[in-house]
């Protein structure tokens, strides 16, 4: 994990919450180059951690981790007050018909399947962080 | 006695099979898209309603650039989003709306624990009577119910603790699965023209050792060592890299 922005920096803030490196590399890049400052987080455990101390503007969240899934996370997340606006994409490879409303009713404010394309993300992101 | 049988068969497979096909018919639901009630379940909401009219039911509403097939899903999170008055979607976890060119034409509304109407058979009775469906409803994936209507459907579930609802315009999804099928077609056919430019696109062999390059498919007399081979896209990129065309290729 990163130590907190300098008051200075005035980038957004995004949450990148998964246990596979590659992945987190692949969205901390992604992000970056958008000009994203990306904080990571290895499962659910810490990303309600990451949440509680860190000003955050977006959580891209991995469903299946260990610890702490990441629908048991945003159900907890949601569950503090203060933290309830934050924007929290749920990503995983399960099929959006099948997945996206459990996503949803766990406190989600969008789905992503994996593989997905640059330009959906892009387009959630641009909708929720404003 | 056989003749006669055969004579009455008809009417008797009538006798017996009249029943099921009234029971069958009442079991269709009539009900349209276009006739469907303002139910106080919908909160506002109604299938075909543009983006603007979505956004003055709720002005918070954001939505993302549609994607390739003209889809646009935007949510709607009363339970946690400042920015939406709770107290209009009292029970109301979360609403998710996906728009087909601008249309509205699927609308999920999850309720929470707190909804009057937790109990699935209830709450099928509810929405029936609420969306004025008649028809019969059916097993949904093994984890809800659903009635087909005139172009619509309906499903209602359970899930995280409470009971939601999707109204659903079955044409639009008959239209993005023939987009993308068009998609694939072409992403399939602009595959296989790159391929097939490559394929008519000679390479130009050279020799490393001599220097020399092979163009247009001329062949070098002796077969030239896989360590000295080199490839050329094109003559340009050969004759810029300091090769020069083998004699028997002039």
Known sequence: ?130 | MLTRFRAVLPALLLLILYPVMVQSLSAQCTQKIATLPAAPELFGFRLGMTKDEIKQIVPAAVFPRTDHFGVAKTTINPHFDPKIDQKKYEGVRSISLDLLDDRLVSLWIGFDENFRVQNIDEFMKLISDSLKVNGRWSSWRSRGQQMRCDGFQVIVATLAGGPSLRVLDMSAEDTVAARRQEKEEQDSLAAAATTEAAELTPEIVADKQTKTYYPNGCHPAKEIAEANRIIFKTVEEAEKAGFKVAKNCH
């Open chain 1, 1 to 130: 994990m990163e130590p907190p922005s300098s008051a200075s920096d005035s980038r957004r803030t995004v949450l990148v919450v998964d246990d596979f490196d590659d992945t987190r590399l692949l969205l901390r890049t992604w992000f970056e180059r958008r000009g994203f400052r990306v904080i990571e987080a290895e499962n659910g455990l810490q990303a309600i951690n990451c949440a509680q101390t860190e000003s955050l503007d977006l959580i891209i969240m991995d469903v299946q981790m260990p610890q702490l899934d990441g629908l048991a996370a945003t159900r907890q997340i949601r569950s503090v007050k203060k933290l309830g606006s934050i924007p929290i994409v749920a990503v995983s490879a399960y099929g959006a018909d099948q997945f996206r409303e459990l996503a949803l009713a766990a406190g989600c404010n969008e789905y992503v399947s994996t593989p997905f394309e640059p330009s959906t993300l892009e387009g959630i992101v641009r909708a929720l962080v404003q």
